[in-house]
């Protein structure tokens, strides 16, 4: 069907065309106007704003709505009163252009493998073609993202630290687009994918009199909150940094590093056990 904008007037024409000095014009079942020679009468729902030439029968039909979309014919009077189908039937579909674009969230603050939604709406418009947006990525159905309603909905299943966004939702329809604001997800994580290292190397022996730097990382949003413990037993220190000065031989055994994300309320640890030894300086004399 041709496309026509909602409020407009379309005049619709027969095909090939021909004289018509009487006749009725239809839209489905619904009648709309009624004309003999130089008389015409308008059914209800259509007065003021239809018309007919009563000489080429073509309609006229002004401040268009959605309903009137469909298919028209015209109905010719002939002998014995048997009504006529005459020529091709006209169609048109009426469109209401596209207003206020609005992307709504359901919840934007998520733990990862959480459920969230969006939904996607316009405050005017019809026959409307929805299409997501992740940045500059086409967002399609998959595993984890489901569309519904027309893919005016979409829904992301075990969201994950990738999923932030920004979200788009673009519309539109055979006369008019427009696009919504964009949305951002916060995903929080982990404590999770630990490393801890030593004066920046994997090496956990070193001699007696070394100064250590044991530096823990770990994914996690917010970031996660670090404490040490030596041999179990938690040391007073606090942050992904742990300085050791002048090492002593005592003060090997393992070195665990305690993260807590307070947000997903998750634990993750990780442990080396460090040797210090003087005979390591003994060797690193003679070399």
Known sequence: MNPAVVGSTVTLSLSPSVTLTSG???????????????????FPGYSGRASVNVTTGAL?????T?????????????????????????????????????LNINQSDLIELQTSGLKCSVS???SLTFLWMNGSSVVTAGD??????????????????????PFRCDVSNPISNGTSD??????????????????????????VGSNLSMSCLTESSPPAQIRWAFRGNIMNVTGAMLELIHVREVQSGPYS?????????LHSNITTHMIISSKLLVSEAMV
């Not at 006229?60 to 268009?64: Q, R």
């Not at 951002?184 to 994997?202: A, E």
């Open 24 to 42: 009725n014009w239809a839209v489905g079942d619904t009648f709309i106007l009624t004309w003999l020679g130089e008389q015409q009468a308008v």
């Open 60 to 64: 006229t039909l002004s401040s268009l």
């Open 66 to 102: 959605v309903t009137d979309s469909g298919v028209y014919r015209v109905l010719n009077m002939i002998k014995n009163l048997n009504k006529q189908d005459c020529g091709h039937f006209p169609s048109f579909t009426s469109t209401e252009p596209i207003s206020n674009v609005t």
């Open 124 to 126: 005017t418009g019809s």
């Open 144 to 165: 984890r993202v489901q569309l519904t309603d027309g893919n005016s909905t979409l829904n992301i299943v075990r969201v994950s630290r990738y999923d932030l966004g």
């Open 182 to 207: 964009s949305v951002n997800f916060t995903v929080n994580y982990g404590p999770d994918d630990m490393r801890l290292t030593v004066n920046g190397l994997n090496t956990t022996s070193f001699s």
């Open 257 to 265: 590093c305690l993260a807590f994300n307070n947000r997903t309320n």
